[in-house]
């Protein structure tokens, strides 16, 4: 009985002493362990880059839709506007402006017609429509990649505890011996990538929940410009028809 004692004490001594730092835990891991560990923390920090790229993206889209908007309903003419960016655009909403108004330009002078009309009304439609969806496309870039990470993230992590687990199963069997001491390191390493999947997971979903919402409302901006702009387009077709 008292041998029995002894070995608890020595054993309960030596899982006191292990080192459970996330760099202990990281050295001492299997390398199928190591493996989703390095993969969930270069995960995690795409991540983060690509969130706080896409929030000063959205601010930055914002900001200088906000300085075209000014521009374009200044009550300036709107040739002057177009020469003046057409060459490099800034923003989508500028986009859109000019390649509708480079379609504008396009149409022969002094054409008639109601065919004529809705046929140059049709067409403008049609490229502010695809100017909107590559714009929004590249805005939208790397989107996929929270979204993923956000999905996937905890199974990785998951899987890492499952491995960790038989590891510390097997460490049991070969050291026949069911002590805290035995299981303790494999376990630590198991649940230290369940922890890391959710770091990876947790803010990729929040931001891309956010940020999509974010780029949804400004798609519903851009959109709106266009059937605006198109509307303007219109009464002048009409005029000159």
């Known amino acids: 009985m008292e041998n029995q004692i002894v070995d608890a004490v020595t054993l309960g001594g030596s899982a006191a002493d292990f080192d459970f ?8 891991a299997d390398l199928v362990v190591k493996s989703v560990i ?11 880059a690509i969130i706080f790229d896409k929030w000063l993206g959205v601010r930055r889209l ?8 000014h521009a374009f309903w200044s009550g300036s003419s709107l040739d ?7 060459a490099q655009p800034r923003d989508p909403m500028a986009a859109v ?5 480079r379609e504008w330009r396009r149409s022969p002078s002094g054409t008639a017609g109601a ?4 046929g140059l009304a049709d067409r403008i439609e049609r490229v502010m429509q695809i100017t909107l969806a590559r714009e929004m496309d590249r805005a939208e870039r790397y989107m996929t990649f929270l979204a993923t990470t956000g ?6 992590g998951l899987f890492g505890t499952v491995w960790g687990i038989m590891n510390s199963f097997q460490s049991i069997a070969l050291s026949k011996n069911t002590s805290l001491a035995v299981v303790a390191p494999g376990i630590a390493e198991a649940l230290f990538a369940t922890a890391l999947g959710l770091l990876a997971a947790i803010p990729a979903v929040v931001a891309y929940n956010k940020l999509t919402r974010d780029l949804d ?5 851009l959109d709106s410009f266009a059937g605006e702009f198109s509307a303007i387009l219109s009464r002048e077709m009409e005029q000159d028809s």
């Open 80 to 86: 002057d506007l177009y020469d003046r960016i057409s």
């Open 97 to 101: 402006f000019v390649a509708a108004m």
């Open 217 to 221: 409302r400004y798609a519903g901006r």
């Open 62 to 69: 914002n900001k200088r839709s906000d300085e075209f908007e």
């Open 38 to 48: 390095i993969t969930l923390l270069l995960a995690s920090v795409w991540c983060w």
């Open 151 to 156: 999905a996937t993230a905890p199974f990785i």
């Open 21 to 28: 730092s996330m760099i202990s835990l990281f050295l001492r």
């Open 115 to 118: 065919s004529a009309t809705v």
